[in-house]
């Protein structure tokens, strides 16, 4: 997927805030079951050694519902995990990126930066000795805008 093309930059960033939320709230509900269910495997425990066979089937019930929901937590995490590894993957990208070719210096159409810059259509120093090429063909060098 192109950013600008096919989903734009803040639809992407929703995106990806929802998903991670929504992860991180079925986490903490997944833990809060989790304990709930410990506890429950606890008392099963007692009324197996107090009542007999009849509770062995529950307690195996209850043991395989948390090892399933714990293996949810670990999917979750190992999720988390990715999420995080693409992320430092891309900040190290770009900063190699930017050491070979800053952003200052990449040609790319006028910005409403460089307009608000009064950087000028027409200004043949950005166009790197190519002022007569035609408007349809023209780049611009992108500027920090000094705040």
């Not at 998903?19 to 007692?46: F, G, K, M």
């Not at 120093?125 to 060098?141: D, E, F, N, V, Y």
Request: net charge negative; aromatic share 6%.
């Amino acid at each position: 997927v192109v950013f600008g093309c096919d989903l734009n930059m803040e639809e992407a960033k929703s995106d990806l805030i929802n998903v991670l939320s929504s992860l991180e709230a079925h986490w903490h509900v997944l833990e809060a079951e989790v304990v709930e269910i410990n506890r429950d495997i606890e008392y099963c425990e007692q009324c197996l050694r107090k009542y007999g066979e009849w509770f062995n089937s529950p307690l195996q019930y209850l043991r395989e519902l948390k090892r399933t929901k714990k293996n949810k937590m670990k999917e979750i995490i190992r999720n988390m995990e990715s999420f995080n590894n693409n992320l430092q993957g891309g900040k190290r990208l770009v900063k190699s990126l930017e050491k070979q070719s800053p952003v200052s210096v990449l040609h790319a159409p006028q910005t409403p930066a460089m307009i608000a810059a009064g950087v000028s259509e027409d200004a043949p120093h950005l166009l790197g000795g190519h002022g007569h090429m035609s408007t349809a063909h023209r780049q611009h060098i992108i500027k920090p805008v000094e705040e």
